[in-house]
């Protein structure tokens, strides 16, 4: 007999139910973040509570003797008002009395902790009520579950439009599901269970009027049951066919007929519980018209036998469902809903929370003074919660925002929400504020947040803008100079124009010019190859920026970030990590937490020059995670070593998908330097297209060139003059020496090396020059390298040694650097090179495998990287994320990933089994 057919509905659930079982048993690529989407009344509450019940099931024992916790919390419509109230609750950690900025790294951390011990599951029901702050830590959420058992679930109504839910669902690994309609079949059962009798004549005709909202179909029957036109005899329910004419076809009208019947003080009591907008006892509730409670007991009552109304803890009322308190709500006349908020607004219990009361005082709407007051006060206690401040300014009305106080409000907000690396609304909060700025003062500052704001997502072309716009009021000389100095700060970022040849501005003037004069001027002088002076000028506006924060200015310029770049540049990798770990701890002191994102590039860029190319992709892609929230726009040095992180390590099709994302995306290239090109050139080299690679090399060779970026040429120099020799193409190769001549300061010492080893190759090949030369030059700049910390760069210069070696038929030679160079490929990971270097030897008679030298097997404790094993040792030690990150001055996310790689690797499944197993070492 063929199995009976599965409604729509019970086919969604069922992927749902699989969706989360793969969550649970952590299979490659599967979604941690599942969201239940639809409606009021479509019953995602009971869902939620279905697929919940499934877990013990899905989990099933663990032979590592873990379970599965599970964590879960409803949002209210008073949620939204309460920062961090429902993340708080759902990880049973107590909100402090004064809440610190750090508190979402607090909660984050108590994530980590929870996930240490095994499987986490956390349950958030009615996201769409959640307070901001909440939501976007389930954003750092749902990238951290790619590296922890963690699984998410949501559900949410379609509406309200929340912008820091919107901004969770975009995210890559969530995936959203909308509830299907239930089956006449699926009803029939629903009715069943409800009335505790057999549908009959009537009924089916009643719940076809639902459309399949189960919320709907149950409202419809106890109307039915109220208006004594739904009858039930001997087990069988029946409706009176005049009943079933008058039934309305919409929920809330349902829902309104329902609730009309209550009788006048059991309706006054849920205008009161609507009003108040979330759980509330009966004293609370009496107090606001200072009634008895006593008095309220045959109302609640009442209420309760209807089943609009529910208990919970701490002898709270609350509505069964929140579509009661919607009807219940839209149906009250505004006037006794602003004498009601204004009741709530002056209660005792409500005074406690400054966001309630302006919540309260704004939806009352008497006084727009007394609004302002009360925003200005609740503004005071949410620096650390910037998106719920930003959701209260939202409700305000006109006559409210143009108050004096909140022009100000304004301008306190939009630079708060820059230093958490929310661009994107801080530029909307500062051009909302400048529609009612009225003095050139505010005018200026609020231009200067909004100038930051759009400088950093990368639009350029609004900013030049603004400077524009900003320089036409009538403001003073040193404001002129600031706002040309910005204009050209931004010039050199977007690199459209080639990098000028003259100074900015004379050096005698570095102690007193603006600070993004000096960081414009030290970028110019980077791109140029003078990487000393360069250095010598960021070192000083890093220095100024920290005297300024010092005085109590919370601005910051970014001179922080530029500092390790352009000593990694100068002295090489580790210098450069010396200096990210001082200038981290600066930005910890600043509180500029939108520079994280930054710092984790330029480590993940230090990483990769040391050949840690694991490493490198962990610390890229936990700087990326953290943009991808932000909508910064200056990624292209990050995305391109990501890119060739992914190249180096043989996932070519990695690279080929993020340079295709890239291309779409319409960012700028950060200083003019075409890095994605360079990687699309490498790519096309590794995948044999020799040729094209060779004519795709010329293109972006010649970009870089006349832009001058001269300090990043001798490195991808090599790249194409190894492209050039095995494509043939003599007239790339002409190109590139002829190129270095024009090189208009020395270069350091590695990136020097690079270029004598370029000219020997070329000479090779164009001149007939003795290939041993080449080994000789080779060999001395992989020591150049090695000496910097470029383990990349010594990697190429030993395959350039390797295969001249082998072109002057001293095989023997060629065979021992050759090993040499795959014993060190190998170890870093660096597939593509390995399998390079032995198809480049095979023409010469040289057959090596290119693992015939690994040296680091693939699981177990020699396995992992060295960062890896570090990691692992203070797992051992009884060190948690955030003190292993504050250990080795790296992010709790980028550890996180570490530790998961070390996890499979070790063949374990939780961080509790790493430790016993490094302790037992």
């Known amino acids: 007999m063929p199995a009976p057919q599965l409604s729509r509905r019970q086919v969604t659930i069922a992927d749902l139910t699989d969706a989360l079982a793969t969550a649970l048993n952590a299979a490659p690529g599967a979604s941690r973040t599942l969201v239940i989407a639809s409606g009021p009344g479509t019953g995602k509450s009971h869902i939620l509570r279905e697929l919940l019940d499934t877990l013990p099931t899905l989990t099933g024992p663990r032979l590592d003797g873990t379970v599965c916790t599970l964590r879960r919390a409803e949002a209210d419509d008073l949620s939204w008002r309460r920062p961090y109230a429902v993340a708080a609750a759902l990880l049973d950690h107590d909100i402090p009395t004064t809440v610190p900025d750090d508190f979402a790294d607090d909660l984050y951390a108590r994530v980590d902790d929870l996930c240490a011990r095994g499987p986490l599951v956390l349950a958030l029901d009615d996201a769409h009520h959640a307070d901001a702050a909440s939501l976007d830590l389930f954003t750092r959420l749902t990238g951290a579950a790619r590296d922890l058992p963690l699984v998410l679930i949501l559900t949410r109504r379609h509406l309200p439009n929340r912008q820091s839910l919107t901004r969770l669902l975009s995210l890559p690994g969530v995936r959203e599901w909308d509830v299907p309609p239930m089956s006449p079949a699926e009803l029939i059962a629903l009715a069943a269970g409800a009335l505790h009798a057999t549908p009959g004549a009537g009924v089916e005709e009643v719940l076809e009027r639902s459309g399949g909202n189960p919320m709907h179909a149950l409202s419809l029957l106890r109307s039915l049951r109220q208006t004594g036109d739904l009858h039930v005899q001997d087990g069988v329910a029946t409706v009176d066919p005049d009943g079933v004419a008058t039934v309305h076809d919409g929920i809330k009208e349902v829902i309104g007929s329902h609730l009309a019947l209550l009788d006048p003080t059991a309706r006054e009591l849920t205008q009161k519980l609507a009003v108040w907008g979330g759980p509330a006892t009966l004293t609370e509730i009496a107090a606001l018209d200072g009634s008895p409670p006593a008095a309220l007991v045959g109302a609640a009552q009442t209420t309760i036998d209807a089943g609009v109304v529910g208990t919970g803890p701490g002898d709270t009322l609350h509505f069964t469902h929140d579509l009661y308190a919607d009807v219940t709500y839209e149906r009250l006349a505004p006037a006794l809903r602003t004498v009601l908020h204004q009741a709530v607004a002056d209660h005792p219990a409500a005074r406690r929370t400054a966001q309630i009361v302006a919540h309260h005082t704004i939806a009352a709407g008497t006084d727009a003074d007394r609004s302002?007051?009360?925003?200005?006060?609740?503004?005071?206690?949410?620096?650390?919660?910037?998106?719920?401040?930003?959701?209260?300014?939202?409700?305000?009305?006109?006559?409210?925002?143009?108050?004096?106080?909140?022009?100000?409000?304004?301008?306190?907000?939009?630079?708060?929400?820059?230093?958490?690396?929310?661009?994107?609304?801080?530029?909307?909060?500062?051009?909302?504020?400048?529609?009612?700025?009225?003095?050139?003062?505010?005018?200026?500052?609020?231009?200067?947040?909004?100038?930051?704001?759009?400088?950093?997502?990368?639009?350029?072309?609004?900013?030049?803008?603004?400077?524009?716009?900003?320089?036409?009021?009538?403001?003073?000389?040193?404001?002129?100079?600031?706002?040309?100095?910005?204009?050209?700060?931004?010039?050199?970022?977007?690199?459209?124009?080639?990098?000028?040849?003259?100074?900015?501005?004379?050096?005698?003037?570095?102690?007193?010019?603006?600070?993004?004069?000096?960081?414009?001027?030290?970028?110019?002088?980077?791109?140029?190859?003078?990487?000393?002076?360069?250095?010598?000028?960021?070192?000083?506006?890093?220095?100024?920026?920290?005297?300024?924060?010092?005085?109590?200015?919370?601005?910051?310029?970014?001179?922080?970030?530029?500092?390790?770049?352009?000593?990694?540049?100068?002295?090489?990798?580790?210098?450069?990590?010396?200096?990210?770990?001082?200038?981290?701890?600066?930005?910890?002191?600043?509180?500029?937490?939108?520079?994280?994102?930054?710092?984790?590039?330029?480590?993940?860029?230090?990483?990769?020059?040391?050949?840690?190319?694991?490493?490198?992709?962990?610390?890229?892609?936990?700087?990326?995670?953290?943009?991808?929230?932000?909508?910064?726009?200056?990624?292209?040095?990050?995305?391109?070593?990501?890119?060739?992180?992914?190249?180096?390590?043989?996932?070519?099709?990695?690279?080929?998908?993020?340079?295709?994302?890239?291309?779409?995306?319409?960012?700028?290239?950060?200083?003019?330097?075409?890095?994605?090109?360079?990687?699309?050139?490498?790519?096309?080299?590794?995948?044999?297209?020799?040729?094209?690679?060779?004519?795709?090399?010329?293109?972006?060779?010649?970009?870089?060139?006349?832009?001058?970026?001269?300090?990043?040429?001798?490195?991808?120099?090599?790249?194409?003059?190894?492209?050039?020799?095995?494509?043939?193409?003599?007239?790339?190769?002409?190109?590139?020496?002829?190129?270095l001549d024009d090189q208009p300061y020395p270069q350091a010492d590695w990136a020097a090396r690079d270029v004598d080893l370029i000219r020997a190759i070329v000479a090779t090949m164009l001149s007939g020059a003795d290939p041993m030369t080449v080994v000789t030059v080779g060999?001395?700049?992989?020591?150049?390298?090695?000496?910097?910390?470029?383990?990349?760069?010594?990697?190429?210069?030993?395959?350039?040694?390797?295969?001249?070696?082998?072109?002057?038929?001293?095989?023997?030679?060629?065979?021992g650097i050759a090993h040499e160079t795959l014993a060190l490929t190998q170890s870093m990971g660096t597939v593509t090179i390995s399998e390079r270097l032995c198809s480049r030897l095979r023409p010469h008679g040289l057959r090596l495998t290119p693992g015939a030298t690994r040296t680091r097997p693939q699981t177990g404790w020699e396995s992992l990287t060295r960062t890896e094993r570090t990691i692992a040792e203070l797992v051992g030690e009884g060190c948690n994320g955030p003190e292993i990150a504050e250990l080795l001055h790296i992010s709790t996310r980028t550890v996180q990933t570490h530790v998961s790689h070390a996890l499979t690797k070790l063949g374990m499944r939780t961080r509790v089994e790493l430790a016993a197993f490094v302790a037992g070492r």
């Open 372 to 739: 302002a007051a009360a925003v200005t006060a609740a503004r005071l206690e949410l620096d650390y919660a910037p998106a719920v401040a930003v959701e209260l300014l939202d409700t305000l009305p006109a006559d409210v925002t143009a108050s004096k106080n909140l022009r100000l409000m304004h301008l306190n907000l939009a630079t708060a929400l820059t230093h958490t690396g929310q661009f994107t609304r801080a530029a909307q909060v500062a051009e909302d504020g400048l529609a009612h700025a009225t003095t050139v003062e505010e005018i200026a500052d609020l231009h200067q947040v909004l100038l930051f704001a759009v400088i950093t997502k990368g639009d350029t072309k609004r900013a030049r803008d603004l400077i524009d716009q900003t320089l036409a009021l009538p403001i003073d000389d040193d404001t002129i100079t600031e706002l040309e100095d910005l204009r050209r700060y931004v010039g050199i970022m977007e690199g459209a124009e080639p990098v000028p040849r003259e100074p900015f501005f004379d050096l005698s003037e570095v102690e007193t010019r603006p600070l993004s004069g000096v960081i414009a001027e030290s970028l110019r002088r980077m791109l140029l190859g003078d990487l000393n002076e360069s250095l010598r000028l960021i070192l000083i506006a890093s220095r100024r920026d920290a005297d300024d924060g010092a005085r109590g200015d919370n601005s910051s310029s970014g001179a922080n970030i530029w500092v390790p770049l352009v000593e990694q540049y100068a002295h090489g990798a580790g210098p450069a990590a010396d200096l990210l770990r001082s200038v981290t701890g600066l930005r910890a002191n600043r509180g500029a937490d939108w520079m994280i994102a930054y710092h984790e590039f330029i480590q993940g860029g230090i990483e990769l020059d040391l050949g840690r190319v694991s490493d490198a992709a962990a610390s890229f892609d936990a700087g990326l995670e953290r943009v991808a929230t932000a909508d910064m726009g200056w990624t292209s040095l990050a995305v391109g070593g990501r890119i060739h992180a992914a190249i180096l390590s043989g996932d070519l099709a990695d690279a080929a998908s993020r340079i295709d994302e890239w291309n779409t995306g319409g960012l700028p290239d950060q200083l003019g330097i075409p890095v994605i090109d360079a990687t699309a050139v490498q790519l096309l080299e590794a995948t044999r297209k020799l040729r094209p690679a060779a004519a795709a090399a010329m293109s972006v060779w010649i970009r870089a060139h006349e832009h001058g970026a001269f300090m990043w040429m001798p490195e991808f120099g090599i790249e194409c003059v190894r492209i050039g020799l095995r494509a043939g193409d003599t007239a790339l190769l002409r190109r590139i020496v002829t190129d």
């Open 779 to 815: 060999r001395a700049t992989a020591a150049a390298h090695d000496t910097a910390g470029f383990q990349i760069g010594r990697a190429r210069a030993l395959e350039e040694s390797a295969c001249a070696a082998a072109m002057a038929g001293d095989k023997a030679l060629a065979r």
